[in-house]
């Protein structure tokens, strides 16, 4: 009896150990998260998001993306038609840059913080207002986000094309391109009014 009244206090022992042993395992465990999270912070602290979307779409997106449909094109006017492609190794090269200027700015357009756009930005018919497309862009981040790297992995096919040097599967990865920007502005910018997704919208 009695030996069992010891096995049972050293296996108390033991329990109390374990339970001071896992207390002091989920104070670390809480100690570290509170770390990364001050870590995130300071990360997110550490990027001036104050320039808006629709700036880096004019400074950075737009430019971009017309020097890639620029450069496969079939133009005619008076003087004949003029079949264009990049021929030269400048031209492949300053076509690269483009690339990849548009699939590092989508990293830039996906970052947490960024306004829609200036305060003052007047909205045509169509358009949503600023403050409904920041709602949108809080609400549903993830749907952004996932726009924004559909961009990349499109743009990746027009990187791909110029490293192949081949204007015609370019041309097709321009097509892509155009549709990627264009399903991110239906639903953030312009959306169509049957989309169920922004239904919410109208109650606002
Ligand atoms: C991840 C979403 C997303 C993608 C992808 C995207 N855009 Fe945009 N774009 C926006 C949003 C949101 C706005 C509206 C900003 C505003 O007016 O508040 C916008 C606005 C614009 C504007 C208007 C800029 C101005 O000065 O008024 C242009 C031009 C533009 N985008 C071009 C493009 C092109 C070209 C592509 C593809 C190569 C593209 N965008 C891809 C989200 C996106």
Not at 21 to 33: F, L, V
Not at 116 to 135: F, K, M, V, Y
């Amino acid at each position: 009896m009695r030996r069992h009244l010891i096995t049972l206090a050293a296996s108390l022992g033991a329990i109390a150990a374990l339970g001071a042993c896992s207390e002091k395992a989920s104070e670390q465990a809480d100690a570290n998260q509170a770390e990364a999270v001050q870590g995130k912070a300071a990360q997110i602290a550490a990027f001036d998001t104050s320039t808006s979307i629709k700036e880096l779409m004019d400074s950075t997106v737009d430019p971009a993306a017309d020097a890639i449909w620029d450069s496969v094109a079939t133009v005619s006017d008076k003087n004949g038609v003029d079949r264009r492609q990049p021929r030269t190794e400048e031209d492949w090269k300053g076509l690269r840059r483009h690339a990849i200027t548009l699939i590092e700015a989508m990293n830039l357009v996906m970052m947490k913080g960024r306004h829609a756009a200036p305060a003052d930005t007047p909205r045509p018919p169509g358009e949503l207002s600023s403050a409904q497309i920041d709602g949108l862009l809080s609400s549903d981040h993830e749907t952004f986000v996932a726009f924004a790297q559909n961009m990349q992995n499109t743009t990746r096919l027009a990187l791909s094309a110029i490293d192949k040097r081949d204007p015609a599967a370019l041309f097709e990865a321009g097509s892509a391109i155009d549709s990627a920007c264009e399903s991110c502005h239906v639903t953030f910018w312009y959306p169509d009014g049957g989309d169920p997704r922004l239904q919410h919208l109208k109650k606002k």
